[in-house]
Each structure stands twice: as structure tokens, then as C-alpha cells.
């Protein structure tokens, strides 16, 4: 998928909602763990009750190997599903991977080609060959953390080189590699603020943010300082979505939910005249 | 298993060789490819051929996610064969995994609980409560990527903040984390030199030491500079020892790249009077 046909996604449904796909089954309603694939029957009734009012779904891989072999299952199921059924959702394999070239491309062949997801999530911290061999992939997109939702992020990726913070440098010297067009990047939305400042160093690419909802950023200030002038934003919301009811109504309470963020959207996107 | 029994391991074998079981289909013999599971027999080969001169042995998830199901399968018989048959052999399973909290315990629960792996390498660009989680598990360990040993090492690790690299402060900062006495870290071996200015910020820990052989290192220059009193080290070798020969020997060849790294540690360690 190219960015541009995101964009007309986005456009047509009036919603930038990325759904995550982070399936515990300490969480899911109990009458499901009696099917024989638990995580993939939750997985089906959440997309078939929300996909119209969000353009992107993104299994996080932790909740899926936490299962073993069948988790790995439910997971290839659940890529198969979408793309078999909805193949307009860009589908992001939040997988956080990274390791020297040649071992990054066989993570890019499993996410890439394997189980045809159209992006994956990547760490920076071992640099160039790590994440280029991801970038090889052409209408394939690779979302490299920069500045996360979690507290940790003040660990490290804040830290000042020469004045200027590690995430900053991160994101200006990752715009110099092969196929950087390719890249999207991970912004938590507890740091709105910092968006603006991200923004001038990369005006056209997509910024993954989650930590609207459950981690407390606000949509509006997320909105305000990050959107550029073909949105470029994909806001993630999980827990507060998904698990909006542990009841028979979880799949009509999710799309009450992700019916609250889309209008929140739609109302953006006519505010600021993008619709 | 604790540091104490890994430690009596390498006395007990004179080897602090860790081998690489990062299968590439194009690379193992053409007569393995007609079994039922070419990994697990290429796997089983190198394992049984290597056992004794070796302590460790280190998947790398990514060349198994790049066969789907099939390739996860062939990681738990990889694991399950070696826990059953040589369960004094500390696994490393080097996923180069690293995410929010509650997604960082589903990450440790897959490796530690249901793969039951010794020790899984991490990424630290999350901070602290990425780590956490895993450091959680009792007489298992966490192997923090410090310094790696690839390129793109020099595009983020060694930018320095207040006149010190990143991979110092990534090391010190993880010190002070719950349960850090669990941490060991990668530290490449192409830069041996560093390694006495590490050894300063952690004179205790082990370090994961690849890219001896295939990426240049010397193994004599990493003990010089890295070896602690209760050896410390962990040097992986991957591609020198398990793609040793293409042709039927191959178990046998694996072995005698092995036998060459154990006795050249053998003498290292009498040298030193550690054995």
C-alpha cells in the first residue's frame, strides 16, 4: 500500500483510528475461551464491528508469542483475515524488531512477505544496517520508534547530544538512509508538545502515535501540533477500545468506542478543511 | 540456572563458546531439505556434534520467523531438544525483543515461560520499564544490547551526552534497575578496546560477545580487555562453526570450527589460571 492510498483511506472514512490488536486472554470475554482460537474469534468480531471507522489494525507480536505455536497462529490467521476481507486497512505488524543486516532482512521476510503485513515497527538503537534492510521493500513501510508513550522514554531517548535530544537525532539522521521515503515514525501522544519540533524535521512523513486514551494524551493537542496537509498522523488506540466490554456486547461496545475517536476525527479533519 | 552453574559449566568444559543457530535454508546441506523439518534436523545435527565444547547455545528468532508456523515449530523442538537432552546448556534465545511494560512481560512470558530459554537478549531504547518485566523471572537472565557489533553501532551507541558515549550511559543507567544482578550485555567484538572501559561501569556481569570470526574480532584482544574473574564472557560464533561445510560432513565440520575455538579458550583460561 502506498501512503498516498492511506491518505484516500483516510479521506473516504473520515478517520485516522488505528485499532491495536494487543489480545490477552485474561481480557476477553470468557465465553470465548471455550472456541478453539480464542485470540482469532475476538480478533474477527473486533475488525468485522470497527473496520469501517478506522483505517489501520496492528497486532502487537508480544501478545501473540506470549501463546507459543498458537499464537503465532492466531496471528497469521488474523493478517490473513484482514487482508482477505478489508485489503484497503494498512495492517502494521508492531513487532519493535531490529539486529545486524542480514538478520533484519529475515525479520523483513517474515513480517514483509510471510504474513504480508504492510508495515512493521523497528528500534533504532543499532542504526543504519539494522533498519534498511527493511526499507528494501518496495509499498512496504517501516515505523521506527523515536520518542515513546512510556515512562522509560526519559531514559534515554530525551538524553542531549551536543545540546539537541537523542530522539531528534534519531529521526534527522534516519532521513539520510536508502529508501528513507519508506519510513514512518513512532511518537508517543503524551509529549504533544513535542510534535511541532518533530515536524520540522520530517513535515511529510506518517507519525504512529499511541497514548491517546489509556496512557492520556489528548486527540485535539496531538492534532494541533502534529497533522500536516495530508494528515499524516495514525493515532492508536488499544485497551480503551477493545476492551471496552468483558461482556457478549465486546465487539458492539469496541465500535461504540471507535465510533467516539472517528467522530472526534471527522470533526478534526472538517475543522481544519481535510475531509 | 544462576551464574554460579554457568560459571562451573565453563570450568567444567574450558570453553565459554556460545554457538549461533541462525538457520538459513540456502545455506544448510541440500540433503536436509528433503526432511519433514530441515531446521530442527540441521538444529539437532550441530547440537549433538557440538555439546561438549560448547555452554551456550543462541537462536536467533529472526531466521525462524522467516518460515512462519513452520519456523516457530522448528524453534520450540530446537529448545524442548536441547532442555531434554544437555539441560546444563544455557540458552539464549536472541530475540532483541523491548516494549511498553504490560507488553514487555507478555514478551517474557513467551521466552521465559512458554519457550523456557535461560536468558533473552533485549533492546534498551525504551528505558527501564521496558526491561523491567523481564528482569522479573527468577534465575533467568536479560542480555541488554550495549554496544553491537555491527556499523550502525557508530550512528547512535557512541554519540555522547556530556562528553560519554550512549552505550556507557545505557549500561550504567541499567544498574540502578529492580533486579539488575540478572542483566548481562552484548558488546561487540570489533571494538575489544572499549571493553576494559565497560568492564569499569560493571566488573561482574557477563557479556555476550559476538562478532568473533565472520565479523573480525579477536578473540585474544576480547579477553584481554573483558575477561573478569569468574571469566565473564560469552563469545558467540555462528556462521564460522554451523555453516563450516555445505556437503554431508557438515555436523562434523561444525565440530571441528568448534574444537578450535574451545581450545584456543582452553588456553586462554590455563593461561590465566581459571580453569
Redesign the interface.
Known amino acids: 500500500m502506498t501512503t498516498q492510498q492511506l491518505y484516500e483511506q483516510i479521506q473516504h472514512k473520515k478517520s485516522f483510528l488505528c485499532i491495536g490488536l ?1 489480545v ?1 486472554l485474561n481480557k476477553v470475554p470468557q465465553h470465548l475461551l471455550e472456541t478453539e482460537d480464542p485470540i482469532f474469534e475476538f480478533n474477527k468480531a473486533i475488525i468485522d464491528a470497527t473496520h469501517d471507522l478506522c483505517v489501520s489494525y496492528k497486532p ?1 507480536t ?2 501473540y ?5 498458537k ?3 492466531s496471528l ?1 490467521k488474523t493478517i490473513n483475515y484482514i487482508n482477505e476481507k478489508y485489503p484497503d486497512i494498512f495492517t502494521i505488524a ?1 513487532a ?6 542480514n ?2 532482512s ?2 523483513a ?3 514483509f512477505e ?2 504480508k503485513f504492510d508495515s512493521v515497527t523497528v ?9 534498511e534492510p527493511f526499507l528494501a521493500f518496495e509499498d512496504k513501510h517501516t515505523i521506527m ?1 523515536a520518542l ?10 530525551t ?3 551536543d545540546g539537541r535530544e ?1 530522539y531528534k ?2 529521526i534527522e ?1 534516519s532521513t539520510e538512509w536508502k529508501n528513507s521515503h519508506r519510513l514512518m515514525y513512532v511518537v508517543g501522544a503524551t509529549k504533544a508538545e513535542y510534535l511541532s519540533e518533530i515536524r520540522e524535521i520530517i513535515p511529510n512523513s506518517f507519525l504512529l502515535v499511541p497514548g491517546v486514551g489509556a496512557q492520556g494524551g489528548s486527540l485535539e493537542e496531538v492534532c494541533k501540533y502534529g497533522m500536516n496537509h495530508h494528515v499524516g498522523l495514525l493515532i492508536n488506540s488499544s485497551r480503551g477500545v477493545i476492551y471496552a466490554s468483558k461482556d457478549h456486547d465486546f465487539a458492539e461496545a469496541a465500535r461504540a468506542e471507535a465510533l467516539k475517536l472517528q467522530q472526534q476525527m471527522q470533526r478534526i479533519l472538517e475543522e481544519k478543511e481535510m475531509q
Open positions: 494487543d490477552d502487537n508480544a501478545f508469542e506470549a501463546y507459543g505455536l499464537g503465532w497462529q497469521e508492531d519493535k524488531r531490529g539486529d545486524i543486516g538478520t533484519s529475515m525479520y521476510k517474515a513480517f510471510d504474513l528500534a533504532p538503537y543499532m542504526g543504519k544496517d539494522s533498519v520508534l515513546t508513550s512510556n515512562e522509560g522514554a526519559f531514559d534515554f531517548q538524553l542531549k547530544i537523542l537525532q534519531v539522521t
